[in-house]
């Protein structure tokens, strides 16, 4: 007879082409009536599993486990994080270390360095389609480029930080607050005005400029195109949400 923990889940989320794993992973927990602390059990054997931040780097036996207990492919489960972005655009001594916390990511888990913030979203988005975009794990990424509002990272009703991780079986959506059990995209936007998308970019630009200027200090030393490429950085960020 064969173990519990050795059945595949019966029902497959179809990834969102720009959608973060963690996003799909809690989905595939929720389309298959359990919680995600119980899917990161029986993929994992560790419930807390999904503390890890999976957006950024995978490791092989991971992927062997979610492999095991889905019906995604290996490429499938590679397109949901950043790792081709990493690979691309990281300076090899920082993308060997894979437990280094890259400055222009927003934090993923509570550290003595950090603080978690919480996962930002878009109420809109999240009404039409539930699910976490990629994209929003970038921190100077302060609006949604669709629908021009402010991310937020916060339940409106509870003002507890947006943590779908700790959504029980019956609060079976990513729409869904796992503390007050409101609906999250029952509120009212915050309307940004101008091309809020392009403050973000400008932003994020400057980072990347003063990491090649020897003379300013800089925290992303970690994230560098390539050392001669100042004529590049103000379109660099685009490019980074474009391939997402």
Partial sequence: ????????????????NDESIISWMIRT????????KSLSQ??????????????????PDAIKSILKFTYVSKEEIKQLTLQHLIDKYVNPPFRINKYIQYQWLRPFTKRAYQTFEGFYYCPLCLKSN?????SWRLRNMISCQEHKIKLINKCSHCNKIYDPRNNSYTQNSLNI????????TNIKVLMTYGNSSNSSLKSIAKNIKNTNNPKKENKNKNFILH?????KVESLYQELLNEI
């Avoid at 927990?29 to 995600?36: A, I, Q, R, T, Y």
């Fill in 177 to 184: 607050c796992a503390h007050c059990n409101q609906d999250l």
């Fill in 42 to 59: 029986s993929f994992f054997n560790d419930s807390v599993f999904l503390n890890r931040d999976f957006d950024r780097y995978i490791n």
């Fill in 130 to 134: 539930s699910y976490l975009k990629l």
């Fill in 1 to 16: 007879m064969k173990s519990y923990y050795n059945l595949k889940y019966p029902i497959k989320a179809i990834p969102f």
């Fill in 29 to 36: 927990s929720f389309l298959n009536g359990v919680d995600p």
């Fill in 227 to 231: 050392p001669n490429s100042k004529e």
